[in-house]
T-cell receptor, first 110, second 112 residues
């Protein structure tokens, strides 16, 4: 089976940098993804790491260390609109099914 | 743009009723999924399908069944709705080669 651990809540101020960690235990691993979900909305894709290292997309970056079964999402220059829940998710060996973590609720304050 | 649509945004049903939740995707994706989302529990996989007429149980299939008669459509069926099935239901799809899962807007089901 798969299990993922991430903090339940994080609070930060506008303009700051925040890191959301994710550790996983899996019977098979293909890649780590991050999704954002605003209240009342559907999850939307943010990033994917198939290999170790950092992937950068604008203000958001995601990191993976396969040897440590660990990844993180880094959000820079935080904006109020970044207040949302963030989910890490692991692909199974076949690369066609995701298992999601419990989500981290990020609150950005002025 | 990939579009995943769900038949209803809000649904209210009574205990014991049969409930159908429909999901349609327009990008010819092989894989489709049904999740339920409850506060504090994240997204839990109910069933998924990797091809027409194929289905696999997820983590919480009890009380649910699914149907995939056409590639673009994946239906979730609650044979006899119960109050503990009150939840947000999310459908999603992904291509066989892709790494991006696309979600529908969700159906908030209330069972009275």
């Amino acid at each position: 089976g798969q299990s993922l651990e991430q903090p339940s809540e994080v609070t930060a101020v506008e303009g700051a940098i925040v890191q959301i960690n994710c550790t996983y235990q899996t019977s098979g691993f293909y890649g780590l993804s991050w999704y954002q979900q605003h209240d009342g909305g559907a999850p939307t894709f943010l990033s994917y790491n198939g290999l170790d290292g950092l992937e950068e997309t604008g203000r958001f970056s995601s990191f993976l260390s396969r040897s440590d079964s660990y990844g993180y999402l880094l959000l820079q220059e935080l904006q109020m609109k970044d207040s949302a829940s963030y989910f890490c998710a692991v692909f199974n060996n076949a690369g066609n099914m995701l298992t999601f973590g419990g989500g981290t609720r990020l609150m950005v304050k002025p | 743009d990939v579009k995943v649509t769900q038949s209803s945004r809000y649904l209210v049903k009574r205990t014991g009723e049969k409930v159908f939740l429909e999901c349609v995707q327009d990008m010819d994706h092989e894989n489709m999924f049904w999740y339920r989302q409850d506060p504090g529990l994240g997204l839990r996989l109910i069933y998924f399908s990797y091809d027409v007429k194929m289905k696999e149980k997820g983590d919480i299939p009890e009380g649910y069944s699914v149907s995939r008669e056409k590639k673009e459509r994946f239906s979730l069926i609650l044979e006899s709705a119960s109050t503990n099935q009150t939840s947000m239901y999310l459908c999603a799809s992904i291509s066989g080669e892709g790494n991006t899962q696309y979600f529908g807007p969700g159906t908030r089901l209330t069972v009275l």
